[in-house]
């Protein structure tokens, strides 16, 4: 229950309030009321006057010194071809140069020009100039440091260090403003970053990588031409001399290319009437025509979007994977055009973040903790499964070896996707925050071998992808509980609990030391909360051992059976809980937690949740979860669910582009919330679609082809012809 609500919320916060965009779970919220509190201490004076002379400024003096932008302050360190080609400039290129917007006391300090007015006109580029502005209030005693984005169309003849030089020489309307205004003013010029079209040459990266896409776009086409020659001109009616002809004369009804090989057995509607040859045995298929068919598109599409779940399934994990999964979406959906400040309301979404229904946004760290949740409890109970039909006995070299490929092939691809392919997917005025990924080219090896959480968040390639080298270092351990628990189940279940516990004190420890995120909570050490608590495994493991304790309730029960009082009081705790955990964190921007206060929320709620959504999990599959259990084992969600993991890692990638293809301030109203938001959770899918039917589905196939199941190894030949006939 505590899952519908939260989910329930978050939609209805989504798609029936005031909102906007944001950046990050909680983890990433450090820093986002530094602007609120500083221009909060402007008095009403000063901001009347700041006002007032941005007025003026742009009035009066804007298209005139931009006029004579190229006679002004010339320096002889200033290229000649930019001094000759800054001497006329088009109107059009004037134009084009990013002017102060309406909202500047609202922090609407991205002032990026038209992008594409610039670049059509050939010989011209645009350019971002990240400026600092020091602008002084409290009577002149402090200074408010305001950061401007500031686009600016260029000559292709004026290099980036021309056209930082002319910055400095040149009096910028939006600083004399600020001079006028106030009677002082301190420029800072920052980086000019000159955005190119395409943003990177075609390097060997690029051409390799293209190759490769290549030759799979192939494989899969030509594995799916084998495929339906199989199904067409080697299967068992044909070759063993049937056809199925209709009742009507002179019609043959034949098998569709998607139709299963026949296993016996005649449809009543038709006439079977055996065509004398003599009898043809099946080919065995050669490795090469198997290899292939591994990467058959139209198999792998028959996979995914199969939607049949097993009687022992567990039906309503697939929707609380799909909504975990939306939650993660909608919170980097909002959070991250904070950080690039790409709002025309900063000071709105500041105020929207202290709302109670925005909280359930901040909050999808949790979303993550559900996901280690349901990774625990599937390995449990499948391995547990497993090894009561085999006393015990598991290959474990190939257990590992099988995680190791489920999750590494996408992985890597996605690397490689980020390094070489995405620079050339989009432009815009920002687009050269975007093109360079450095700890991706220095410390790709990182994410490969699952260590990347052990460093720095500035050395993390993918950052977002911290949650898979958790993942992998809680699957290395997980072997030594699942012995215990299937040998000595009783101190299984105690090592168990003893390790909850300490992961618990361990991350309530290093809260009351470092604090949460600094500017949030009070006495905080900042920069400390990320590299320090929220992505290191010995903080997060707490959810994977309450899944692990799920799933062996669920091979130890598998029909549990509770009175109905139980239930009712089962389903009020976990929904009541669930919702104190997530909506309790409001009460921080009130009321300054002390260290100690934060030290027990944050090692407790993690637990705390993922008991929540255990409870959903064992009343859903013991029959008591009512019309939750429908919804969430509606199979829609199945073929939607096997996207989860590459909807993950892709998904990121999309969100920043919408933002850094994006030529104006996003406003932070329901309708553009809501577009960027369904456009972000489509398009993710889509993506994920793609490199689920190219790289996930047939590296799985290859695993099978290559280390074939001990139950293919005993079928002898006799038996692979008879199940085919």
């Given at each position: 229950m505590a899952v519908v609500l939260s989910v329930l919320l978050l939609f209805c916060f989504c798609f029936g309030f005031h909102v906007?965009?944001?950046?990050?779970?909680?983890?990433?919220?450090?820093?986002?009321?530094?602007?609120?509190?500083?221009?909060?201490?402007?008095?009403?004076?000063?901001?009347?006057?700041?006002?007032?002379?941005?007025?003026?400024?742009?009035?009066?003096?804007?298209?005139?010194?931009?006029?004579?932008?190229?006679?002004?302050?010339?320096?002889?360190?200033?290229?000649?071809?930019?001094?000759?080609?800054?001497?006329?400039?088009?109107?059009?290129?004037?134009?084009?140069?990013?002017?102060?917007?309406?909202?500047?006391l609202r922090e609407n300090f991205a002032w990026l020009g038209n992008f594409h007015e610039c670049t059509s006109l050939g010989t011209y580029q645009h350019c971002v100039a990240d400026m600092q502005i020091n602008a002084p209030m409290n009577n002149g005693t402090t200074n408010l440091t305001v950061p401007i984005s500031w686009g600016i169309c260029m000559p292709k003849s004026c290099s980036e260090d021309d056209i930082e030089i002319l910055i400095k020489q040149v009096d910028v309307p939006f600083f004399h403003l600020i001079r006028k205004s106030t009677g002082r003013s301190d420029k800072t010029p920052g980086v000019v970053h000159c955005n190119q079209i395409p943003a990177k040459s075609y390097d060997a990266g690029?051409?390799?990588?293209?190759?490769?896409s290549s030759i799979l776009g192939f494989l899969m086409l030509l594995g799916a031409a084998v495929d339906v020659y199989i199904r067409w001109f080697e299967s068992p009616q044909n070759i063993n001399g049937y056809q199925t002809v209709d009742s009507s004369p002179g019609t043959v009804d034949t098998k569709s290319e998607r139709t299963p090989l026949l296993k016996g057995g005649t449809p009543n509607d038709s006439?079977?009437?055996?065509?004398?040859?003599?009898?043809?045995?099946?080919?065995?298929?050669?490795?090469?025509?198997?290899?292939?068919?591994?990467?058959?598109?139209?198999?792998?599409?028959?996979?995914?979007?199969?939607?049949?779940?097993?009687?022992?399934?567990?039906?309503?994990l697939n929707g609380i994977r799909v909504l975990s999964i939306?939650?993660?979406?909608?919170?980097?959906?909002?959070?991250?055009?904070?950080?690039?400040?790409?709002?025309d309301d900063t000071i709105e979404v500041y105020a929207m973040i202290r709302r109670l229904d925005f909280t359930v946004v901040l909050q999808a760290e949790y979303a993550v903790d559900t996901f280690f949740l349901l990774s625990g409890c599937l390995l449990t109970y499948l391995t547990l499964g497993?090894?009561?039909?085999?006393?015990?006995?598991?290959?474990?070299?190939?257990?590992?070896?099988?995680?190791?490929?489920?999750?590494?092939?996408?992985?890597?691809?996605?690397?490689?996707?980020?390094?070489?392919?995405?620079?050339?997917?989009?432009?815009?005025?920002?687009?050269y925050r975007y093109i360079d990924h450095p700890s991706c080219e220095k410390y790709w090896w990182r994410n490969l071998l699952y260590i990347s959480n052990f460093f720095p968040k500035s050395e993390m390639c993918m950052d977002w992808s911290w949650y898979l080298p958790n993942d992998m270092q809680f699957f290395i351990i997980s072997p030594f509980i699942l012995i215990l628990l299937h040998k000595v189940p009783k101190v299984g279940a105690g090592l168990l609990a003893t390790l909850t516990a300490i992961s618990i004190l361990i991350k309530a420890s290093l809260t009351a030391k470092y604090g949460m995120a600094s500017n949030i909570f009070g006495g905080g050490v900042a920069g400390a909360y990320w590299d320090k608590i929220y992505d290191k495994p010995w903080t997060r493991i707490s959810p994977y051992f309450v899944g692990m304790a799920v799933g062996f309730i669920m091979v130890r029960r598998p029909h549990l059976r509770m009175r109905p009082n139980v239930v009712l009081c089962g389903w009020v705790l976990a929904s009541a809980v669930g919702l104190v955990v997530i909506y309790v964190f409001n009460n921080a921007f009130?009321?300054?937690?002390?260290?100690?206060?934060?030290?027990?929320?944050?090692?407790?709620?993690?637990?705390?949740?993922?008991?929540?959504?255990?409870?959903?999990?064992?009343?859903?599959?013991?029959?008591?979860g009512g019309w939750i259990n429908t919804f969430l084992s509606w199979n829609f969600w199945v073929p939607v669910g096997r996207l989860t993991y590459?909807?993950?890692?892709?998904?990121?990638?999309?969100?920043?582009?919408?933002?850094?293809?994006?030529?104006?301030?996003?406003?932070?109203?329901?309708?553009?919330i809501s577009t960027r938001f369904t456009g972000g959770i489509v398009l993710s899918h889509m993506v994920a679609f793609v490199f689920a039917l190219a790289i996930e589905f047939p590296f799985a196939n290859l695993e099978k082809l290559l280390i074939p199941s001990n139950v293919e190894k005993k079928k002898s030949e006799k038996e692979r012809n008879k199940e085919q006939a």
């Open positions: 906007d965009d944001v950046t990050g779970t909680s983890g990433h919220t450090a820093g986002v009321f530094s602007w609120y509190n500083k221009f909060s201490m402007m008095n009403i004076d000063e901001l009347n006057g700041l006002e007032t002379g941005i007025r003026n400024a742009i009035k009066d003096n804007l298209m005139s010194e931009l006029m004579s932008f190229p006679e002004t302050g010339i320096v002889s360190t200033v290229s000649p071809g930019c001094i000759k080609d800054t001497a006329n400039f088009p109107i059009q290129a004037l134009d084009a140069f990013g002017k102060p917007r309406s909202g500047i690029f051409i390799c990588v293209v190759t490769l006439v079977h009437v055996e065509v004398q040859r003599h009898h043809q045995t099946p080919k065995k298929q050669g490795f090469l025509t198997r290899f292939l068919l591994c990467f058959a598109v139209n198999r792998s599409l028959d996979k995914l979007l199969n939607a049949k779940q097993g009687d022992k399934s567990v039906g309503c939306s939650w993660v979406i909608l919170a980097h959906s909002l959070l991250y055009p904070l950080n690039e400040r790409m709002y497993k090894m009561a039909h085999t006393n015990g006995k598991l290959p474990w070299g190939l257990f590992y070896f099988h995680r190791f490929w489920r999750l590494t092939p996408v992985y890597a691809a996605m690397i490689l996707f980020i390094i070489f392919l995405d620079p050339y997917i989009g432009s815009g005025p920002l687009w009130y009321r300054d937690w002390s260290l100690a206060e934060q030290g027990i929320y944050n090692g407790l709620a993690s637990f705390t949740w993922a008991s929540c959504v255990g409870w959903v999990i064992l009343a859903c599959k013991n029959g008591y590459t909807v993950y890692l892709v998904h990121p990638i999309i969100v920043r582009n919408i933002i850094f293809s994006n030529s104006n301030p996003f406003s932070f109203t329901m309708i553009p």
